[in-house]
């Protein structure tokens, strides 16, 4: 049944109304962001301590953490590193799917390298693991989706580092190595120590820093690109900011200016192929990351003149703390985001994702030749439900 768009009309209506007024309040709210981010700027060592003594008094706090450069700095492009070789890797799976009838998940991770140096064509990888019998149990009952997504995201960085790996032992020199995922670098959700998934997390949180480390013991500098990123975390800092010291108790929960994003605030400070100050995340499992794996982040603008797109690059202390790394990195991604024209978004990362994807027929497929190797060996073969067998005639094309 198509939706009710009678009745979603006077919604639509109300929705107009009250988005104006939305705005306006907004604007009030990221013109008093801007001009506190001003004021602050030169600030940093203070500023820093303060968001330290704030996590005194909450240790769930989640903020920007300045590092060395001022708050409003802008950095230009600087000069492309011809000689870098790209990784990108993105990953996809099959998640569990009882009304299939067979029982089984699938993680996939394709990559693509491209030497700069070399007028070759780039060079691509596609790592495929099926999962099935006991890895489908837990101690709490089936494997949850959560788990295939954070195994997902453990396989995209130990394959980039195994890939690496490969490469330098390969190669005759030592060049510089530039390995892009898509999303946040930072691995989402570690910081719940309660749940059934709670042991899980915490056995992939550390093969996760194991790989993290690995690419660093190699030298690659290591970035995850978060298209239009809605994140406020220097928003947050800039909460703290605001704070009297004997409201510092507050942090994290006063939130005087919610609803501004760190876009509101880069987007119209930052030229295209400029990036922000590079600044730490200040987060309840920062301290879990050994110095040399915290997450950093700066902000840049991939757009074009009047058309400012912002993305956030997230690095680990090795890449933020190293000058030429950081530039190199800047390069690299401002050049990928002009490779497809008007569409600012890193090239490579865009073939990795098609090179990883995985479509339904080919989910389909996989699914038969396992019911076909059962029944060679006389195992007995679970239908698919009817309510699927139903679901399968709306002609879905992709799966992830």
Known sequence: MPLNYPQLQPQITKLG??????????????????ELLNNRARNVDALRAKVERAVDQNQNLRCALPVSEPLTASFPCPEFPADAVLLAADGSQINPDNHTGVNYYVINVGGILL???????PETFVESKLKYGDDMQTKFGSVSSVQVALERDLAERQYLSKWVGDYLAAAENSPLMITLTDGPLELWGVGDKSGKDADVVKKT????????????????VTAGYVDKPRADLVVRLLEIAHLEENHLSEAGHNRRF??????????????????????????????????NLTI???????????????????????????PAELQALHAVLIQQCQT?????????????????????????????????????????????????????????????
């Open 340 to 400: 497809l024209g008007a569409k600012g978004y890193p090239y490579l990362l865009h073939r990795s994702h098609e090179i990883a994807v995985v479509t339904y027929e080919e989910r389909d497929l996989l699914t038969n030749m396992i019911n076909q190797e059962r029944r060679r060996l006389n195992i007995s073969v679970t239908q698919t439900s009817e309510k699927q067998e139903l679901k399968n005639l709306d002609g879905r094309k992709s799966y992830k």
């Open 296 to 322: 950093h982040f700066f902000y840049l603008n991939v757009g074009r003149e009047n058309y400012p797109w912002l993305a956030r690059v997230e690095i680990p202390a090795w890449v933020a703390e190293n």
């Open 115 to 121: 030497n700069l140096s070399q007028a070759n064509a």
């Open 258 to 291: 919610r609803g501004v994003a760190d876009a509101d605030l880069f987007a119209p400070r930052l030229k295209p192929g400029e990036r922000s100050a590079v600044f730490g995340i200040q987060s309840k499992t920062r301290s879990e990351y050994p110095h």
């Open 17 to 34: 109304e009250t988005a104006v007024v939305r705005e306006n309040r907004l604007q009030i709210l990221r013109d008093g962001a801007n």
């Open 205 to 220: 949180f550390e093969k996760y820093k194991e790989a993290l480390h690995q690419l660093g013991e190699y030298g690659a």
